[in-house]
């Protein structure tokens, strides 16, 4: 049985908890697919799934990077195909789970990932420029992947422009992929509902330690600038421990750009015509019982 089950969703939309349940019911296993959850010690500020919440469920693609090195899709794609093909050998149904469509993308439309090494010149030259600039300079080059990046982080930026502009093509260009027969579900949840479970999980977040956590990584010796690279929570409390904000500004920008990369993430996905889209567990249920038939 060569078969996929996906799982995606914006931020706080309860993949994790939808997912577990239909593995445990489906004799699942689930493989991650969170871009900042690849990374050893980013347990609070990604909402990392904890051994409890497993519930016995194996879970692959969690803790394998060093925050302080750069994790490419292509190495994703390599350990994700590693790790679905161990869950098939022991005759239990992969689960893809997560909300980093480029990840998800790399997986089940079998796309090639350039391994491009860096340009340093080119970077410099880039690094000139605001994050608007970059991404506009992206959006007119490579359209695709400007849809799915986080436009607020010239790492990213930079380092899809350095593919792009050293392959002289898109990145990603979609390839015909029969590796694997998916279902792809979706958890949609209207803009008001979204936004205060957001609100919920960055207080909860908060409260259990996320500054603390960050102060860690930093003391581990990943640099401020590293931790404003990797993003939302971190680029947030990064700027909050360097005195850059109040901690109250910087509860308020960190539910807003949360709030906005949420709606990205509903973007990319909405594009999927794919996708089905279930708004609980029993319609997933079903859903699954037909795939698997």
Known sequence: MNK????????????????IKLAKHFRGEVVSADSRQVY????????????KEMAGVPHYLLDVANPKTRFSVAQYQKLALAAIKKIQTKNKTPFLVGGTGFYIQSVADGIVVPEVKPDWKLR?????????????????????????????????LIRA???????????????????????????KKGRNVLNKLIEKRLLKRLHGGMVN?????????????????LGLEYRYVAQY????????????LL???????????????????RIYWVKNYQQAKNKIKKFLL
């Open 161 to 187: 422009l350095e593919i792009v502009l050293t392959t002289k093509r898109p990145i990603a260009p979609l390839s015909i992929n029969n590796r694997f027969e998916v279902l792809f579900l979706g958890i």
């Open 255 to 273: 539910q807003k750009e949360i709030e906005h990369y949420a709606k990205r993430q509903m973007t990319w996905f909405k594009k999927d015509k």
């Open 124 to 156: 410099k030259k880039l690094e000139k420029l605001t994050n608007k600039q970059l991404f506009l300079k992206l959006k007119k080059i490579d359209p695709r992947r400007a849809e799915s990046i986080d436009n607020n982080n010239p790492r990213r």
């Open 213 to 229: 956590e960050v102060k860690k990584l930093h003391k581990s010796g990943v640099s401020f600038k590293r931790l404003e690279e």
């Open 40 to 51: 050893k010690g980013m347990d609070i500020g990604t909402g990392k799934v904890t051994k």
């Open 4 to 19: 996929l089950i996906i799982i995606l969703g914006p931020t706080s939309s309860g993949k994790t908890d939808l997912s």
């Open 241 to 252: 421990l360097q005195n850059k904000l109040e901690y109250d500004s910087m509860v308020r």
